[in-house]
């Protein structure tokens, strides 16, 4: 919903940004085609201007060197005669030569009358139309004392002409008038060098001189609102209309001459001598088009100014939408890790509730391992208590009947026997004394008297103290000690009676057996000395592994063994920083390992 409106209002505000782009590229258009339209029609009036002065110029000029010819005539003597005589061969003459002379079209001399007496052209033109003249209104000027003129208009086929005449005076007395008719055609000409229209229109808005040789004669009507020029007297020429606006602060007009129609920029400068008024029509196709061109470089600058902001724009509102966008995952990443860690310290609490529970169940293991340890040492207290009460009280039976015996035989003084007697009891003293000092194994402190042992030596004291049984019984012994002298540190006595245990309870497991045989070695390996007493007898099942090393554990029947000599081996072992453990032997009986840690210097020796 959200989405839709922001989609809407985007979509709206586009739109209108659209549309105040396209406003402010026609305004600047507009703007800009008005300024270069003044730019062109302010140079097109300039050159206008300068070209309008001159072709003025030229049509002044032209009418300027005829206008003192009459007067000056008028005051020569000879025409002056030749008007008071009439005389028309004299006239003809002169008129010719003045003619010829000065440039002017044509020379007249008039009578009173107003009839020609003669003319500059009558030689080569033949007899004037019966005298009269054309020239009525320059002729009645004259009559009046003033500088006769008179327009001659022309037509598309001939250029105008214009007239100047003065009276000619003889005592005082008007005898007659002289004429000088002034060819237009040469001003035509040289304005027929300009490629704007030029045309010079009298009081009456008849064109009299122009470049445009079908124009004439012809009468320029301003319209609509212009003014409307009054009719000439008799047939009006053919009308051409000219609609003048002001455009820009520029006189812009448009001229319709029946073939064709013009637009352009009109100058107009007045002629006020003659009254007549001299006008350009400078073309303004170029200040058009270039204003055009203008038009449309403005629009496509505004277009390209507009595109480039758009698109700038449109960059700003990605990048802005980016942030956004941005800063949105931020704040979506920022609460995932949020929801994360909540996540994680919640099971951090559980794995700490989990840790307190193992340590409670742990804690309660150890209880009731302490318990059942405690429960074992009982056991382990009923068994020794049970064994130790049989050793002891099967010799102190023995020595209290053999001390009764000795008693009554020494009463009856029978010595001999009762020495006997007494002999046993000696040998059950021993017995016990030589249980208690197994006892006292036990109580013998670690870590004293550890002195550099040669394992050889053990091995050697061992065997040799075991030699009588040895060689009582018919087990084969192979010893092999390998060719290292390995030194541990400890205690030589201890360390033999380990030996010898393991090699005794080898014996014992052996028994007579033929073919029994218990093998001795003595090796190194990774900074140990290991004693193997291996033997072929029964071995050590594997349930039995873990409890041989109990103290008072034995297989033996009572009075054979005391389940001792593993127990305080192995506490010896272990006070020598050793081990020992039982396997199978190859032959399939037991394999007692004892493992010692070297002596620095032979572990360095063997290394
Ligand atoms: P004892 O020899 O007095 O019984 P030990 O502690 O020396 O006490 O031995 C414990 C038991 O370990 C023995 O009773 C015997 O069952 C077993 N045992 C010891 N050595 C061997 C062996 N070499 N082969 C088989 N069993 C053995």
């Known amino acids: 919903m959200y989405r839709l409106t922001r989609k809407r209002r985007e979509t709206f505000s586009t739109a209108l940004a659209l549309i105040a782009a396209a406003c402010l590229t026609v305004f600047v258009a507009a703007v800009t085609a008005r300024f270069s339209e003044r730019l062109f029609l302010d140079e097109i009036r300039t050159r206008a201007d300068a070209s309008l002065a001159v072709q003025a110029a030229t049509l002044e000029r032209q009418l300027d ?14 025409v002056r005669d030749l008007i008071s005589e009439g005389s028309r061969t004299d006239g003809e003459r002169v008129a010719s030569v003045v003619a010829a002379m000065s440039g002017a079209q044509e020379v007249v001399f008039l009578d009173m009358s107003g009839r020609t007496i003669a003319s500059s052209t009558w030689p080569s033109q033949g007899p004037h139309s019966a005298g009269l003249n ?3 209104t320059a002729f009645q000027e004259a009559m009046e004392g003033r500088l006769g003129r008179q327009l001659l208009p022309g037509d598309a086929l001939r250029a105008g002409s214009y007239v100047f005449a003065s009276a000619v005076r003889s005592g005082g007395q008007m005898v007659g008038a002289v004429a000088v008719r002034v060819d237009l055609a040469s001003v035509e000409q040289a304005w027929a060098l300009s490629k704007d229209p030029l045309l010079a229109l009298d009081d009456s ?15 320029v009507v301003e319209a609509p609102g212009g003014v409307q020029n009054p009719a000439v007297a008799g047939m009006p020429p053919s009308p051409m209309h000219l609609h003048a606006r002001l455009r820009s602060g520029f006189e812009i007009v448009r001229l319709d001459d029946g073939a064709a129609r013009l637009e352009a920029l009109r100058l107009t400068k007045p002629l006020t001598v003659l009254g007549w008024q001299v006008s350009t029509l400078a073309n303004t196709q170029i200040a058009t088009s270039q204003t055009s061109k203008a038009w449309i470089i403005a629009a496509l600058v505004c277009l390209l100014l507009t595109g480039a902001g758009w698109a700038a724009l449109e960059k700003r509102k990605a990048t802005v939408r980016k942030m956004r966008d941005d800063r949105a995952a931020a704040l979506r990443l920022e609460r995932r890790v949020r929801e994360r860690t909540q996540d994680l310290s919640q099971a951090n609490k559980l794995l700490a509730r989990e840790v307190e529970e193992r340590e409670a169940a742990e804690a309660e293991l150890r209880l009731a391992q302490a318990e059942l340890v405690q ?56 017995r016990m004394a030589e249980i208690s000092r197994t006892l006292k194994g036990f109580t013998r402190r670690a870590g004293t008297e550890l002195k550099p042992v040669r394992l050889v030596t053990v091995i050697d004291e061992a065997l040799m103290l075991l030699s009588p049984r040895i060689k009582r019984s018919d087990v084969e012994i192979v010893v092999d000690k390998g060719d290292t002298d390995p030194v541990v540190l400890g205690g030589r006595v201890r360390l033999e009676q380990v030996v010898l245990n393991l090699i ?17 070695s003595l090796k190194v390996e990774a900074g140990f000395a290991l004693i193997e007493v291996a033997d072929n007898g029964p071995g050590v099942s594997e349930e039995l592994r873990s409890q041989v090393f109990d103290p008072f554990f034995t297989t033996k029947d009572v009075g054979e063994g005391l389940g001792l000599g593993l127990s305080i081996a192995y506490k010896i072992v272990h006070d020598f920083s050793g081990s020992l453990n039982v396997t199978a032997s190859q032959d399939g009986g037991a394999l007692f390992t ?14």
């Open 65 to 78: 060197k005829f206008r003192l010819l009459p007067p000056f005539l008028a005051q020569r003597p000879d």
């Open 134 to 136: 054309m020239f009525d």
């Open 205 to 219: 808005g008849i064109v009299v001189v122009t470049n445009r040789p079908s124009w004439r004669g012809r009468m």
């Open 375 to 430: 429960a074992a040492k009982l056991a382990t207290l009923g068994r020794m208590s049970a064994a130790l009460s049989h050793e002891f009280n099967q010799p102190l039976a023995a020595i209290r009947s053999n001390a009764e015996n000795a008693q009554l035989l020494l009463e009856r003084k029978m010595e001999d026997k009762a020495a006997g007697n007494l002999e046993k009891i000696i040998a059950m003293v021993e």
């Open 504 to 520: 005794s309870n080898a014996l014992d497991a052996v028994g007579g057996e033929a073919g029994a045989k218990v093998g001795i």
């Open 594 to 607: 004892v493992r010692l840690p070297l002596e620095r210097e032979s572990r360095a020796a063997a290394e």
